[in-house]
Structures are given as structure tokens and as C-alpha cells.
């Protein structure tokens, strides 16, 4: 039996590790996954790993915050609103907090998310008034021509730049009477908790059995700075394609192939930027990990989702030609305050736009073939980590590449880098950091009208992280599924 554990020359004693309320803490950031399952199995204080009295403080703290955020919605300014977004933040909580359990069957890993779950869905609250031009300009109108013109019904006519998916969202909360600015923000922050979820399935795939990791993800995916600011602030919808496309990446490593596919399909019926990762498909294609004839699911859910719209009457060149006119009406900007590398040109400078935005559209090309050529080649050997990693870099190194990018357009960068961090912090961490601040500076820029630090300062950071990330995709392709083998000291008996 164990008396006390040492690691990395520090001896954390079974009185002052498990009993500790910062025991959990030190779990999660201090200690390998391999010896915290040692301690679960072996130590006979494991169940102290949630100690009850930390779990239920938490617990407690996290409805208190929940109390706290039905308090700001009985403030709202609409009120007939008020009874109905105080239940969906209820709702959500509830489905946080379920989802968490249903994954992870210790009642305390689910009363310690409690807190962060009641604090995600407080700061939350706190922005559901907030008006952006984005909503002033484009979603209230859009809202309110749903609402004018017979719901469904308007589905047919042309109005808004977004494919069908979303517009169904917009004819369904038509008939609500609640106000559009909360219905949508509630939409995003569901998916916010969709997110967190498929953060939680990828880590624990990545993950050995009994990690806390996977809760370390999703109560951070949670409180992620520009997670909580696209959807309850700004009222955008980049959590839904985020999210399932964390499910896609997380059944295609768990060899779901086909679950994968329509998933990735769904993410791209919603958000064209879903292709920044769809390229990482090619590279399970050539592990063995997806068949081709998995791949034929994609058209075919696409094509679903865009049915309901033929019946009610909606041109199929309207529909087709959405994702197009996305990409040629910003056709004149080489970036819009994104950290791309286009932001390293000097403001003012004289660049011929066209041939600038071709050279970028043919580096990200050339990048991406190049990536999936490296995986070809090495395909006998690619282990779940190396094709992660390959992910992250697809997520960065495309948008970084491409012209035309606007500020939230590293929203996927944002959440598997954080999802890597939780994986592996000497790795991850950097990464997670360095993107973060670069989309935080992207979102300042918009949210706040001025520059919180020079575009060219996020771009430089984000080539960084591809740079390091391309060295940490060769390092696994290297070493294998673990990384190389660290000598530690074993347990003291």
C-alpha cells in the first residue's frame, strides 16, 4: 500500500494530496495520466480524488452562480422574455451538467463542474442585452423578415447570406414570442454546450482510461474567452460548426466512420469554414480509418439538408450559390482584422489584391497537398495523436494562409488547441495560448473598435504555432502514440 507518491522530486503525502481541496488541482496540471490511475486503483483514499465537502462547496457555488444569472434575466429589458430565457439557462445547465455525468459516472467529477458550468452560464447572462453591429446590421433584419413574411413560408425568398440550416433556425423561432436577440444567442450557447461535449469525447479518446482531462476540457471549453464572446456577445453561431466537427474528429478516431462523415457534412451545411479541417478526412482515408464509400455520406447529408428547402420552394442555384457569394463579397479585402499573414503588410502599402489573394490561395493549397502527402507517405505509422496534431495544423495553417479571412475564422484553431492543451500541456499550452490572444486581439479589433496590440502581432504568433505544431506532428509521427518515453521515478512503497 502506498504511503505517499513522488513525482518529478516532489512527494505529495496521501494526507495533503487527497484530502486537500487543491488536491483535484494539482490531479489535473501536475500529475501524468499514468500515475493519477495508479493512485485511483491502488490508493485507498482514491474516492477522495472529489473530496465530498470540495464537491458539494463547489456544487453550491455553481447553482449560486446559476441563481445569480436567472437574477440578470429577470432584468432583461423584454419582458415577456424573461420566464422563458431564465428556463433555457436552467435547461442548459442541467443538460451541461447531464451530458458531463453521462460520460463521466463519478457524481463528483459532476459536482465539481457545477462551478465552472454555473460561472459559464452567469458570464453568459451578463451579455445576452449586448448589441452588435453584426446583429444591428444583418441578424435583426434577417429575424424580422422571417417574422413579416410567414416563418417557413419565407424560407424561399432571398434573404441572408447563410446557408439553409440556420435559416430553418430563423423561420422556427419566428413564431416565438421572444425576443429574436435572445433567441439566437441561446441557440449559440446551446451548441457552446455541444462544444464542451465534443471537446470531452476527443480528449478522452486521446486520453487513458480514467483521465480527468476530459472534464479539464469541457468545463474550459466552457469559459473559453472567445467561446463565451461569438455566441452570448457578439450573437454569432461559430460554436455550431465548432462542435460538430469535434464530434466528426472525435467518431473518426474512435472508428465511427460513419457518424464522422455525417457529422462533418452537418458542420458544413452550416459553416464554410468547416474546410479548413475537412482535409484531415483525406488523411483517415489513407490510415484506413474512414472508406471511401463513407465519404460518399457526405453529399448525401448535405443534400438532405438542403430538401426542406426544395419543398418549400427555394431555388437550388440560391442554395448552391450561398457559399460563393460568401467568398466574393469580401473579395476586395485581402484580411478583415484577421491575424493572417496578409496582416504583416504594411498599412497603406500598394498590393495588387488579386494576384496577392491567388499567391495566398495557392499556399494554402500547396500546404495542405503538401501535409497530406507527408501522411500518405507515412500512413503505416499514424497514430491517433499524429492525426490530431495534423488537425491542429490544418486548423491553424489554412485560415493563416488563405485571403479574405475575417476575425473569427480561427474559432476551430481556438478549440482543438485547447483540446491539445488539456492532452498535453508542454505541448498544448503554448499552442492554446499563442492562438487564443492572437483571436482575442481579432475579436478586440471588432468588439471595440481599436486594436488592443498591431494585427501583424497576432499573425506572427500564429505563424508560430503552425511552425511548432508542424514539429510536434513530426515529433509523434516519431515517437508513437505517447510521445518519447520520460524516465520518472517510481512510487515510493
Known sequence: MYESISVYHVDFSASSLFVSKFGVIRTFFFLPDNEVNAMSRSHPLQSQL??????????????????LALCRTAGLSDAPSRLPVGLCL???????????????????????????????????????????????????????????????????????NYNVPYLYFLAAISYLPVRDLYLIKLFSMLFDVLLAWGGYRLVRRLSVPGSYRPCAAFCILLLLPTVVLNGAYWAQCDSIYGALCLHALSSALDRRPVGSVVLL??????????????????ALWFAGRVRFRDLLLFPATYVLTIVPALFLGKPLGD???VYFGQAAEYSDYLTLNAPSLYALIPYGAEVDTTLAARLGILAAFLFTVSILLWLLLRRGRLTDRALFTAGA?????????????????????????????CL????????????????LGAYHAYLMLRYAFPMAWGSLMLLATLIWTLFCLYQEWRHGEGGPVRRRRPPAV
Open 50 to 67: 472529489f473530496p465530498p465537502y470540495a464537491a458539494a462547496l463547489c456544487g453550491g457555488a455553481g447553482l449560486l452562480l446559476l441563481l
Open 90 to 160: 436552467v435547461l442548459l445547465c442541467a443538460l451541461a451538467a447531464g451530458l458531463l455525468f453521462y460520460e463521466d459516472r463519478r457524481p463528483g467529477a459532476a459536482l465539481f463542474a457545477l462551478l465552472p458550468i454555473g460561472l459559464a452560464l452567469f458570464l453568459r447572462a451578463l451579455c445576452l442585452e449586448h448589441v452588435t453591429y453584426d446583429y444591428r446590421d444583418f441578424l435583426s433584419g434577417w429575424a424580422s423578415f422571417f417574422r413579416e413574411n410567414g416563418g417557413w413560408a419565407a424560407v424561399a425568398l432571398p434573404k441572408g
Open 265 to 282: 457534412a452537418l458542420a458544413f451545411s452550416f459553416k464554410l469554414q468547416t474546410v479548413f479541417l475537412m482535409p484531415l478526412w483525406g
Open 319 to 321: 442554395i448552391l450559390g
Open 393 to 421: 495544423a490544418f486548423a491553424v495553417g489554412i485560415p493563416l494562409l488563405l485571403p479574405h479571412m475575417h476575425d473569427r475564422y480561427f474559432f476551430l484553431a481556438d478549440t482543438i488547441t485547447l483540446c491539445w492543451a
Open 424 to 439: 498535453d500541456r508542454r505541448r498544448g499550452i503554448p499552442a492554446a495560448i499563442l492562438v487564443q490572444v492572437a483571436s
